[in-house]
């Protein structure tokens, strides 16, 4: 299921226009980052847990030339699925 489909089912679920599910979709997506970007995790219960995990600073290596390269410190988003979710795809 991309973005697109789950706007139509959220649309067709809730009697809502695909405009009006859209913007609530967005809406949730674009609040998680926003906690995301502040560093603050998000918790929905039933379904998960999104946090942010720093990377440090490392060296790697370029696999085309072998030669070395650095790689700048990151946040890298982690997303911990709730046991309701694990039993609900098994």
Do not use: W
Not at 55 to 69: F, L, S, Y
């Amino acid at each position: 299921m991309n973005k697109t489909e789950l706007i139509k089912k959220v649309a067709a679920e809730n009697g809502l226009t695909q405009k009006a599910a859209a913007d609530v979709v967005n809406c949730v997506f674009d609040s998680i980052m926003d906690s995301l970007g502040k560093k603050e995790p998000v918790s929905i219960f039933g379904f998960g847990n999104f946090s942010c995990k720093h990377r440090d600073a490392r060296e790697g290596r370029n696999p085309a030339t072998g030669k070395k390269i650095k790689i700048a410190a990151s946040n890298t988003p982690v997303f911990k699925a709730a046991k309701v979710f694990k039993e609900k795809v098994n």
